[in-house]
């Protein structure tokens, strides 16, 4: 990428309010996440409360099993999102043709399994 000099300060002058942004977000989901878990799950399943630190942990556990909420979408781990263009283009040329062998090989299976 080439930089103009003035993008490149704007950049360096944006970088601490983006920082500053993530950790404040970052207390302000903590808070949500504990006052919903406080306000609802005693009462709807006979739980403990939990602190903030605990909620905040509970948001890196569901991070770290469900996978990540990128900007860039939910494919940016699988190199981009799938080539939509390239399966449509394959879809009107030989799709049609693919679909009718697959069923027709899925009815022969089914047919031998009968008899």
């Known amino acids: 990428m080439n930089f103009k000099p003035h993008e490149h300060r704007r950049m360096h002058f944006h970088m601490p309010f983006r920082i500053l942004f993530f950790v404040v977000m970052a207390f302000v989901i903590g808070a949500v996440v504990m006052l919903l878990w406080n306000a609802l799950i005693p009462t709807l399943f ?29 494919f940016a781990r699988l ?6 263009r390239e399966y449509e283009q394959w879809w009107r040329e030989s799709g049609c043709d693919a679909y009718e062998q697959f069923t027709a090989a899925h009815r022969a299976k089914t047919e031998d399994k009968q008899i």
């Open 46 to 74: 006979a739980l403990h409360t939990i602190t903030y630190w605990q909620a905040v942990g509970l948001l890196l556990l569901v991070r770290i099993l469900v996978g990540t909420h990128s900007p860039r979408g939910p």
């Open 79 to 84: 190199g981009g999102r799938p080539a939509w």
